[in-house]
């Protein structure tokens, strides 16, 4: 074999080699945002059963002061301490206050202090469109969803002044970040927005937002932002969340 043959056959090699990694790269990035959704959807199912407590237990990084909880116009909470007492908070292992609340006496978490006792609480969360980008190195995510769903909650009525009973339809957006730990995506931050809180028999021009998100405990590291459907504000950046369209596109690995 002359050195010609020899040099071409390891240009050859060279080239099947950046092929294949390529493809691993590209392939890698689809099991990412599978693994990612999967994340979403184990939240999700966390949430409707009730379990706060058990989202910062299983689905969140736990040593990255990064991390963020902002649910919808409750204000938002940061670094560690701060994001793992308002999940305890909302899941019934503290008091607001942050004290242990014995698992004997426990009832329902804060997030829930505005059902009656009798209200059949329904938290139904239907996620769409999931739209995933994944950094280049393969550790930091961000991933926007739209939330619609049926709820009951004892909300308050504007026609009779006072809280009642009521069914109504949810509609958002979440926009959240991820980290990958030991091989494992986890949640950094994590923000579901509301545009709509709708009685299931009026019009959103009507009736936009029917109730407002209990805080965990006060005060919140930043206040409330109220992203609630008004058909004058126009675009709103901060409601509607940042696109994702300039990020790291997977096409390109």
């Not at 989202?55 to 919808?72: Q, S």
Request: glycine share 6%.
């Amino acid at each position: 074999m002359t050195n010609e043959e020899l040099y071409a056959k390891l240009e050859a090699l060279e080239q099947k080699v950046e092929t294949l990694e390529n493809q691993v790269r590209f392939q890698s990035y689809y099991v990412d945002m599978v693994e990612i959704q999967q994340l979403m959807a184990r939240y999700i199912y966390t949430l409707e059963k009730g379990s706060m407590a058990d989202v910062w237990d299983e689905l969140f990084v736990h040593d990255d002061e990064r991390v963020r909880l902002e649910i919808m116009d409750s204000g938002a909470y940061t670094g560690i301490e701060h994001v793992k007492r308002a999940f305890y908070t909302m899941g019934g292992r503290v008091d607001v206050n942050g004290d242990p609340i014995d698992p004997k006496e426990r009832g329902r978490g804060q997030m829930y202090n505005t059902n009656s006792d009798r209200a059949a609480l329904l938290l139904m969360l239907t996620i769409s469109t999931p739209c995933v980008v994944v950094d280049p190195d393969g550790k930091h995510a961000r991933g926007h969803w739209h939330l619609f769903g049926p709820h009951t909650n004892r909300v308050f009525d504007p026609e009779t002044r006072t809280k009642r009973d009521t069914a109504f339809w949810i509609a958002g957006k979440y926009d959240n970040e991820f980290v990958k730990v030991d091989g494992q995506w986890k949640f950094l931050k994590l923000r579901p927005i509301c545009w709509l809180r709708t009685p299931y028999d009026r019009s959103w021009l009507d009736c936009p937002d029917c109730r407002r998100t209990p805080t965990p405990y006060w005060p919140p590291d930043e206040p409330a932002r109220i992203s609630s459907f008004n058909p004058d504000e126009g675009m709103n950046p901060d409601k509607w969340a940042p696109y994702l369209t300039e990020a790291y596109n997977y096409h390109q690995v």
